[in-house]
C-alpha cells in the first residue's frame, strides 16, 4: 500500500522545477537536475547499488513532459531526451524529503571524478 497520495503535481514555467503536494500536506520543489541525475530508470540507477551512474552536465536540464503512469507514477521527459524513468509518489516523496543529502552526495561524487554540473561545450 502507498504511504504518499500526490494532491498536485505541477511544472513550473520554466520547466526547472516540479512542484508535488501530497495528502498529509508536505510539499515539495524539486529542481529539475535532482529529478534527473537520480532517475529511477536502469540507464541511471543500473541493476544494483554498485552500477550506479553519475550523470554529468544536467544542471541546466529542463522537464518537457510530465506524464502519467497509471494512478502510481509518472514519467518524466527531459530536454536530453532522458524519458525512462518513472517516478513513483513514494520516491518523489523520499526526494523532496532528502533533496538536500542527495545534492550534496551528488556533487561529491562529481568532484570525485573530476565532472561538472555544468554541460560541458
Known amino acids: 500500500m502507498m504511504s504518499s497520495w500526490p494532491t498536485e503535481i505541477r511544472l513550473s514555467k520554466d520547466r526547472r522545477t516540479l512542484h508535488v ?5 508536505a510539499s515539495f520543489t524539486l529542481p529539475a537536475e535532482l529529478l534527473r541525475v537520480e532517475s529511477p530508470s536502469a540507464e541511471v540507477q543500473g541493476h544494483h547499488p554498485s552500477q550506479k551512474t553519475i550523470v554529468a552536465g544536467k ?16 514519467r518524466l521527459g527531459f530536454d ?13 516523496r523520499e526526494l523532496g524529503e ?14 570525485e571524478k573530476g ?6 561545450r
Open 98 to 111: 532528502q533533496a538536500d543529502e542527495k545534492m550534496k552526495a551528488y556533487e561529491a561524487a562529481l568532484a
Open 21 to 25: 503536494a501530497f495528502d498529509d500536506g
Open 80 to 92: 536530453d531526451m532522458h524519458e525512462t524513468g518513472i517516478y513513483a509518489w513514494d520516491y518523489l
Open 59 to 74: 544542471a541546466a536540464v529542463e522537464i518537457l513532459r510530465v506524464e502519467p503512469v497509471g494512478n502510481y507514477a509518472v
Open 115 to 120: 565532472l561538472s554540473r555544468e554541460r560541458q
